[in-house]
């Protein structure tokens, strides 16, 4: 994630850079360190340094890593032929390299050419089999022709071998829920809490695929996630207050007779509409009698 301090240094250099101020190495070094995709940006200013004997010649070795980045910017824009000509330019000076061969994959990929990039990364997988890059391009490339299916079986392929891998738990889950296979959703979001237990993101997608599976069992292991999900945003995740609120709904409504069940989550659906009014009234009071209106037709004490 990019800090307050390094995105108002970006768009600083930026705008220097647009207006004629010089620092356009600088630009495209930040941008590259804080991994971020200004590609119409990169593209302009990088073309500018490429296209200057002068100014490439200073580069040095860093001439080759803004090949690269013009190359994978060019793409994004859909100029291939500037993408095709910084690709052979790397090919000819890293005859080989497995690192261009994944940027000659990319580019077939930009193309529409799935067969000839899943056969270039087959390729390239021969002699690096735990390259991760690689199977995530393949994955990426699998999902690009609609094939959810073969993405699935990917994906699980390289989650046993990366299970450390946070982003694919998280594009695995993702994927499960467009399907909806909560179950296995549920298992992925499981694997990313474990892994980082103090990302709120995890905690509220899980509640949420919980309460959409619904039985009391699954509803009360929601509205617990809901409440951490709270307690990790700082008590400020308005999602997640709504999210207590139908999860307090639906267990009262499963729990009649149970007293301390349904008094129990009584009592976190007051807290939560109250947090929620409180909330409405600082930051939309015009909002509030739609709110009000809501809390009402879930039948909810405020």
């Given at each position: 994630m990019v800090g307050f301090a390094e995105e108002g240094e970006l768009n600083r250099l930026e705008s220097q850079v647009d207006n004629g101020g010089g620092g356009a190495w600088e630009y495209l070094s930040l941008v590259r360190k804080l991994k971020?995709?200004?590609?119409?940006?990169v593209l302009k200013h990088g073309l500018s340094i490429l296209n200057d004997p002068k100014s490439r010649s200073k580069l040095g070795p860093d001439e080759w890593t803004l090949y690269?980045?013009?190359?994978?910017?060019?793409?994004?824009c859909h100029k291939l032929d500037i993408a095709k000509d910084c690709v052979q330019t790397l090919s000819k000076r890293f005859p080989g390299s497995t690192r261009i061969?994944?940027?000659?994959?990319m580019w077939l990929e930009a193309k529409g050419s799935w067969a000839e990039a899943e056969k270039a990364y087959s390729r390239l997988l021969e002699d690096n089999p735990l390259d991760p890059i690689i199977h995530k391009r393949r994955v990426a490339v699998a999902k690009a022709q609609?094939?959810?299916?073969?993405?699935?079986e990917l994906l699980n392929k390289y989650l046993e071998v990366f299970m450390a891998d946070h982003d694919a738990w998280r594009e695995l889950a993702e994927i499960y829920v467009s399907l909806q296979m909560y179950k296995q959703s549920a298992f992925?979001?499981?694997?990313?809490?474990?892994?980082?237990?103090?990302?709120?993101?995890?905690?509220?997608?899980?509640?949420?695929?919980l309460y959409t599976l619904g039985g009391l069992e699954n509803l009360n292991t929601a509205k617990k996630y809901y409440?951490?999900?709270?307690?990790?945003?700082?008590?400020?995740?308005?999602?997640?207050l709504f999210g207590i609120c139908l999860c307090s709904t639906a267990i009262s409504q499963l729990t009649k007779g149970r007293n301390r069940e349904e008094r129990e989550s009584t009592d976190l659906q007051s807290?939560?509409?109250?947090?929620?009014?409180?909330?409405?009234?600082?930051k939309a009071p015009a909002k509030l009698p739609s709110l009000s209106s809501v809390l009402k037709s879930i039948k909810l004490p405020f």
């Open positions: 971020v995709r200004r590609s119409e940006k690269e980045q013009v190359a994978i910017a060019a793409m994004d061969g994944k940027l000659e994959g609609g094939n959810v299916s073969g993405a699935i992925c979001y499981e694997e990313l809490i474990l892994g980082q237990p103090s990302v709120p993101l995890y905690h509220i997608a899980y509640a949420e695929v409440a951490s999900t709270i307690e990790l945003s700082g008590g400020k995740n308005t999602r997640a807290l939560a509409a109250t947090a929620l009014l409180k909330e409405y009234k600082q």
